[in-house]
């Protein structure tokens, strides 16, 4: 039976006794009747510090009772499931016939296990010692002794209902604050994922995007940033954008100004890359400010326009040429009607003149008016375009018609010699122009050798596949004539070849030229929708290659497609070395094309640390012999020392015997000449991984 008071759910008690007249005692203690004594009150001050309070004030407690344990474990999972709990009871520890008040406890706590316990005994009924033995945890459990002591019972009841109250308070403020900390976690994880995505979009950008602050070091550098600086982000975070990027003190220091007076600036950079490359760009910075309105740092993206401003200077350069040849056409055409009444006039004068010594000053007069008609043709070649007659060309002819010239006019410690099969194939053209082009850069060389030299000219049928033909600006696929002029003169610095095809541009004294010879034969070569090359080392000599769209032989066709297999790779990873991004990227696109991996390096520099960071999986080296910073030889030299076995294949546009022979001297026997077709350098790598496989112990 039962006995309930409206009171606070904390405050319910449940007594479990077989005995109903201890059910009766705890009633009278802890809810009676009629108002008791203040003891109740008075012993809630002494424990708590709570004020007394006045009889109108005064609450009992709820007392719910069961005598036998199954009946008590019934009524306190009743209680959980209605939300009134009890906050504790008083159990008799002999309860015959079911359960005692040690495994109804246990029973209880598998219910509700913060509930307080009061276990209620005699002593005939069992010690202290052996209950705490049987009952674990011991600290929701507490001993009370029959008979019982009032104070002792309304103080137990007391505090335990207060423990009680408190734990439940705590349990809810814990969850409250869970509560919270999951929400906030939710939150965090929100901004998380927004803040990544935010990076992720800046990352997508093609501009380099970088944050920093008031003291110039980086926070933010997004993957942009990465490629065109070369600096990766846990390399820049944390430095100093002077450190990263060379602006040049002065301008970085007005740009920051400027823009902390302002809150933007624009305008251009010149920079340095890590790999000291140097670059051109159009930077937008503007003022990032916090959330009282004080300046925090600088965001800064920045555009890669060198490649557009090379194509800007390129077309200036084009719109000078056009202005010069302009020029010189109207310069050309009033030498030409100043020269004609002088060559007549000559014409004239001989005819009547027997004086040796006049006649050999009228000869003179007569040279001179021709080399100056020569020299006008030319100009107007330049600035005109060359237009002629076009018929079929055998080359041969020119050639071999060029070399007696050459043999004849060329001082004699100057060796002409020629290498023209006879199954050329033909060249749809005009004879006197090709004659002229080729006969000005015989004159180019002749100029070059003063000291004496060897002058080699040459002829070769060429068919440029898609990979020869992605190596050479200006070329298409196709068949081709391929003309070869290689001298051992002085040979040009780098500065002098980028020049060497500008009219009027000469390195000779004043009167020995006129910069007009190379500027024409590539107006000529152009016109026949053809292309040269031209390469030089100082002290070495010059090589200048120019392929005019041929003709094959009747009858004559493509060769057929190998019927052997070109070889594949298989996942190997190629280290190419090149500083012409062109071949670079048709390299590799042919390599990967081909079941190779590439790993692309613009030079010695960067392939040396590119070697040493993956040298376990580099299966072979593909490296230009000329570039800038570290050339082929001395970078063969690094990763030879490196590697002792690493497998190399150079490559080169220059003279194939010079080039072999250092590649030899730098310690590789394999070689291959540019422009290499797709299926000659499959092959070139087959054999070299296969050889040094076989080979290797």
Known sequence: MTQTTTTAAHRRILVIDDNRSIHDDFRKILAPVTPVDDALAADEAALFGAPVRTPAAKQTFTIDTASQGEEGLQMVQRAQAEGLPYAMAFVDVRMPPGWDGIETTRRIWQVCPDMQIVICTAYADCCWSDVQEQIKPRDRMLILKKPFDIIEVLQLAISLTEKSRLLLESKSHLQSLEERVRLRTQELEASKLAAYERASLLDLSRDAILVCGLDHRVTYWNKSAERLYGWAAAEAVGRLVTEIKDHGTDVFLHAFEKVIQTGEWDGELQQVAKDGRKLTVEGRWTLLRDAAGQP??????????????????????????????????????????????????????????????????????????????????????????????????????????????????????????????????????????????????????????????????????????????????????????????????????????????????????????????????????????????????????????????????????????????????????????????????????????????????????????????????????????????????????????????????????????????????????????????????????????????????
Not at 372 to 377: E, F, H, K, S
Not at 449 to 470: F, K, T
């Open 296 to 697: 925090r740092s600088i965001l800064v993206i920045n555009t890669d326009i060198t490649e557009s401003k090379e194509v800007e200077k390129q077309l200036l350069r084009a719109q000078r040429m056009e202005s010069l040849g302009t020029l010189a056409g109207g310069i050309a055409h009033d030498l030409n009607n100043a020269l004609t009444p002088i060559m007549m006039s000559i014409e004239l004068l001989k005819l009547h003149e027997q004086d040796a010594l006049r006649m050999g000053v009228l000869a003179t007069i007569e040279n001179s008016a021709r080399r100056g008609a020569d020299m006008v043709r030319q100009v107007l070649s330049f600035s005109r375009g060359v237009e002629g007659q076009r018929v079929e060309i055998q080359a041969g002819h020119l050639l071999k018609g060029i070399e007696k010239i050459a043999s004849e006019t060329f001082h004699k410690n100057i060796r002409v010699s020629s290498d023209v099969p006879a199954n050329l194939w033909r060249v749809l053209g005009d004879p006197t122009q090709i004659h002229q082009m080729l006969l000005n850069l015989c004159v180019n060389a002749r100029d070059a050798m003063l000291n004496g030299g060897v002058l080699n000219l040459s002829a070769s049928n060429q068919l440029l596949d898609g990979q020869c033909a992605a190596m050479i600006p200006g070329a298409k696929p196709g068949p081709y004539l391929l003309i070869e002029l290689e001298d051992t003169g002085t040979g040009m610095p780098p500065d002098v070849m980028d020049r060497i095809f500008e009219p009027f541009f000469t390195t000779k004294e004043l009167g020995k030229g006129t910069g007009l010879g190379l500027s024409s034969a590539l107006a000529i070569i152009k016109s026949h929708q053809g292309f040269i090359r031209a390469s030089s080392e100082l002290h070495k000599g010059s090589k200048f290659q120019v392929y005019l769209p041929a003709q094959m032989a009747e009858g004559s066709s493509p060769p057929p497609p190998v019927q052997t297999e070109i070889p594949h790779g298989n996942g190997e990873l190629v280290l190419l070395i090149d500083d012409e991004e062109p071949v670079r990227h048709i390299t590799g696109q042919t390599l990967e094309s081909f079941g190779y991996r590439v790993l692309p390096a613009v030079d010695g520099v960067e392939a040396s640390t590119l070697y040493a960071a993956h040298k376990e999986q580099v299966a072979v080296v593909l490296t230009d012999m000329m570039m800038p910073v570290m050339d082929g030889p001395a970078t063969i030299q690094v990763l030879l020392r490196m590697n002792p076995n690493v497998r190399i294949i150079a490559a080169s546009g220059l003279s194939v015997k010079d080039m072999v022979a250092k590649a030899t001297s730098a310690g590789v026997t394999d070689f291959i000449p540019k422009p290499y077709t797709a299926e000659t350098l499959l092959r070139m790598l087959h054999k070299v991984l296969n050889t040094q496989r076989t080979s290797s112990p």
